[in-house]
Structure formats: structure tokens, C-alpha cells
């Protein structure tokens, strides 16, 4: 079957979702007891599931709290990433001469994360941009948004639930052990300003329309129409949204949507905070081996390590002052019961 000829007739369906929050410094095998009221940097591991693959797939996004964040910004760079750089589907900036016949994410209802204005518009960037035909983005009812994800999720935390990990490149070593599972280390890099990038060419979806639904298509015969739908059932209405947003350019719109998505602006990195960048010094550095201190567990600096010795004498000075008050009020209060026992008898 020639090129021309597979893309015509591919149909493809990733389902993707965002895994339990991973830790590193995580000791699975020693368990040290002082760590357990430890709190270290959050790992966050976003997973794509290959539905073609017989079995599934899992293709792991791992990045730490440090490098980004769980919104919908993120979620609209990693399946980018995933169609171009990981599964080599799309170009970017570079259409095909032959469109993929069809494109199927399925994701969970959560809106912080996945069903929102950066993710579902994609839907219409991707088929205008002529990569795709057809483009369903479909969320599972909630209650019911157990999925193929979750099974590879099971499988890497049980290898790493048994292993100790020291540092970032052990805790990607440790998950690259399990079958059927392409391990991609995250950049700050990787994510992009989705949401500028869709606001200069797309309206955002009408107000209530999101929430209450669950598939979201667009085809190539109205590339700017987005078909919205309480299920994919027979019958089921749909309702049709114009996210055309009209500009100078509106003749050029391909090029400059080309060359937009090739200039996608790099997100600032949110970091990581303060109070953890003390608690790893202080507290976690002692506890791992010396060669890997100054990976995870880096001097702080003197301001940071300055400023948050004084939020906690700020807080302890609360609340002592709290606590002196409640005293107070509770003291104030015994002697009028008193007074008035006295004035009774």
C-alpha cells in the first residue's frame, strides 16, 4: 500500500492522561523513616496510550514540577510533541500533501487539565493546518474515566515503588525497564503558549458548551466549525460553534498559521519553590548518597534560605499570638462565669 493511499484510509486513537504524582528523592527499597513527613518536588508524568499497538503502548511525558505544570497549555505541547517529534505523524509548520484520514484523543473529564480552550481547539488547528481529515477529541462520563493509561500507570509504579531514587536520570532509567514503554523526558522547552497562539486565529467556545459535553470533532469540510455533542450516539444533536476569528491577514491565514505554530513562544517555567528548595538542603541531603547531593539537593542560597527562616518565625510568632489570645479570652471567660456565681449565690 503506497503512502498516498494508507493516510487516505489511517483512522488512528491515542488516549492520553495524567498519572498520580511521582517523587524524587523517593526511597521505595530503604524507606529512611524521617522521610515521611518529608515533602519532595512532585513528578508529573503525563501518558499517551497507542491504541494500534496490540496491547497499548504507553508513551510516558515526565517532568518535574519544576519544569511545568499540569494546565491545559502543557497538555496541548505534550500531544503536539507526541504526534511530531514521538509517533513522527505531523510536521510542524509543514503540511502534508496527504492528510491522515483521522485523528481520536480520548482524555478524562477533568477541565483544569484537559477540557478547555487550549486542548479543544487544537482540534481545529490541526485539521486547517491540513495534518488530518477529521479530529475527535472525546472525554470520558464522569465516574468512568478508568482507561488504558491507568493499567501502564500500575506497571511503572510498581518498579519504581521498589527502587530507590536519588535523582531525576535514575527515575527515568528505572521506568525505561518496563516493556512497551517509550520514556520522554520533558523540557522546559517543550512547552509552549497554546493559548496566545490559538487566541490570534480562534474564538473560544461558547460559555456552558464545554462542561456539559463530550465529543468534540472537526472535519476538513468546515476546518474553523466545531461539532459539539453530549455523545457520539446515533442521533445525538450536535451543535456547531464558528471559531473563525477575523484579522488582517485573513488571506494569508495558512501561512501565518504556519508560521505562528513554527514560533510558538516558550511558557516560563514555574520552578521550584522555595520552601522545598530548603527542605531538600536540610532535610534530604543528609539522607541520599554524596554524589548525587548536588543534583537534587543544591545549597539554596543564603536569601532564600534567609527568607524562609523568617515566614516561619513570622508564622511561629502567629501562632503563639493565637494561641495567647485563645488563652486569654478562655481565662476572661472563666472569671465571668465565676462573677456571676458569685452574684447568684
Same mark, same amino acid.
Given at each position: 500500500?503506497?503512502? &498516498?493511499?494508507? #493516510?487516505?484510509?489511517?483512522?488512528?486513537?491515542?488516549?492520553?492522561?495524567?498519572?498520580?504524582? !511521582?517523587?524524587?528523592?523517593?526511597?521505595?527499597?530503604?524507606? =529512611?523513616?524521617?522521610?515521611?513527613?518529608?515533602?519532595? =518536588?512532585?513528578? #508529573?508524568?503525563?501518558?499517551?496510550?497507542?491504541?494500534?499497538?496490540?496491547?497499548? /503502548?504507553?508513551?510516558?511525558?515526565?517532568?518535574?514540577?519544576?519544569?511545568?505544570?499540569?494546565?491545559?497549555?502543557?497538555?496541548?505541547?505534550?500531544?503536539?510533541?507526541?504526534?511530531?517529534?514521538?509517533?513522527?505523524?505531523?510536521?510542524?509548520?509543514?503540511? =502534508?500533501?496527504?492528510?491522515?484520514?483521522?485523528?481520536?484523543?480520548? !482524555?478524562?473529564?477533568?477541565?483544569?487539565? #484537559?477540557?478547555?480552550? !487550549?486542548?479543544?481547539?487544537?482540534?481545529?488547528?490541526?485539521?486547517?493546518?491540513?495534518?488530518?481529515?477529521?479530529?475527535?477529541?472525546?472525554?470520558?462520563?464522569?465516574?468512568?474515566? &478508568?482507561? /488504558?493509561?491507568?493499567?501502564?500507570?500500575?506497571?511503572?509504579?510498581?518498579?519504581?515503588?521498589?527502587?530507590?531514587?536519588?535523582? !531525576?536520570?535514575?527515575?527515568?532509567?528505572?521506568?525505561?525497564?518496563?516493556?512497551?514503554?517509550?520514556?520522554?523526558?520533558?523540557?522546559?522547552?517543550?512547552?509552549?503558549?497554546?493559548?496566545?497562539?490559538?487566541?490570534?486565529?480562534? &474564538? &473560544?467556545?461558547? *460559555?456552558?458548551?464545554?462542561?456539559?459535553?463530550?465529543?468534540?470533532?472537526?472535519?476538513?469540510?468546515?476546518?474553523?466549525?466545531?461539532?459539539?455533542?453530549?455523545?457520539?450516539?446515533?442521533?445525538?444533536?450536535?451543535?456547531?460553534?464558528?471559531?473563525?476569528?477575523?484579522?488582517?491577514?485573513?488571506?494569508?491565514?495558512?501561512?501565518?498559521?504556519? *508560521? $505562528?505554530?513554527?514560533?510558538?513562544?516558550?511558557? $516560563?517555567?514555574?520552578?521550584?519553590?522555595?520552601?522545598?528548595?530548603?527542605?531538600?538542603?536540610?532535610?534530604?541531603?543528609?539522607?541520599?548518597?554524596?554524589?548525587?547531593?548536588?543534583?537534587?539537593?543544591?545549597?539554596?542560597?543564603?536569601?532564600?534560605? *534567609?527568607?524562609?527562616?523568617?515566614?516561619?518565625?513570622?508564622? $511561629?510568632?502567629?501562632?503563639?499570638? /493565637?494561641?495567647?489570645?485563645?488563652?486569654?479570652?478562655?481565662?476572661?471567660?472563666?472569671?465571668?462565669?465565676?462573677? /456571676?456565681?458569685?452574684?447568684?449565690?
Amino acid at each position: 500500500m503506497d503512502a &498516498k493511499k494508507q #493516510n487516505k484510509e489511517r483512522s488512528l486513537t491515542f488516549i492520553a492522561d495524567c498519572s498520580q504524582n !511521582m517523587e524524587v528523592p523517593f526511597f521505595g527499597e530503604s524507606q =529512611p523513616g524521617d522521610t515521611h513527613c518529608f515533602t519532595p =518536588p512532585k513528578v #508529573n508524568v503525563f501518558g499517551i496510550v497507542d491504541c494500534s499497538v496490540q496491547g497499548g /503502548a504507553l508513551s510516558a511525558h515526565v517532568y518535574t514540577e519544576g519544569q511545568g505544570k499540569k494546565g491545559g497549555n502543557n497538555v496541548a505541547s505534550l500531544l503536539l510533541k507526541e504526534l511530531s517529534v514521538v509517533q513522527g505523524l505531523i510536521d510542524i509548520g509543514n503540511p =502534508p500533501v496527504d492528510p491522515i484520514k483521522e485523528l481520536n484523543i480520548i !482524555m478524562d473529564n477533568c477541565g483544569g487539565q #484537559n477540557k478547555n480552550n !487550549m486542548v479543544l481547539r487544537l482540534a481545529a488547528c490541526l485539521v486547517e493546518m491540513k495534518y488530518f481529515m477529521k479530529v475527535n477529541f472525546i472525554f470520558y462520563v464522569v465516574g468512568h474515566t &478508568k482507561n /488504558a493509561c491507568d493499567r501502564w500507570f500500575n506497571t511503572l509504579k510498581k518498579t519504581c515503588r521498589r527502587s530507590d531514587v536519588h535523582t !531525576m536520570e535514575q527515575l527515568l532509567e528505572v521506568m525505561k525497564t518496563n516493556e512497551n514503554t517509550n520514556v520522554n523526558n520533558v523540557t522546559e522547552s517543550d512547552f509552549k503558549d497554546f493559548d496566545k497562539f490559538l487566541n490570534q486565529f480562534y &474564538k &473560544k467556545l461558547e *460559555s456552558g458548551s464545554v462542561s456539559k459535553n463530550h465529543v468534540f470533532t472537526v472535519e476538513a469540510s468546515n476546518p474553523t466549525i466545531l461539532q459539539v455533542r453530549l455523545d457520539d450516539i446515533e442521533g445525538t444533536p450536535s451543535e456547531c460553534q464558528q471559531l473563525l476569528k477575523k484579522h488582517k491577514g485573513q488571506g494569508i491565514r495558512i501561512e501565518l498559521l504556519m *508560521s $505562528a505554530e513554527k514560533n510558538l513562544e516558550i511558557l $516560563a517555567s514555574p520552578g521550584v519553590p522555595d520552601i522545598k528548595k530548603v527542605e531538600l538542603y536540610k532535610k534530604y541531603r543528609p539522607l541520599i548518597p554524596e554524589q548525587h547531593r548536588d543534583i537534587t539537593c543544591p545549597h539554596p542560597g543564603e536569601d532564600v534560605l *534567609s527568607k524562609i527562616k523568617t515566614e516561619r518565625n513570622k508564622k $511561629a510568632q502567629q501562632r503563639q499570638k /493565637a494561641k495567647n489570645e485563645k488563652k486569654r479570652s478562655g481565662v476572661m471567660e472563666n472569671s465571668e462565669k465565676d462573677r /456571676a456565681k458569685v452574684q447568684k449565690n
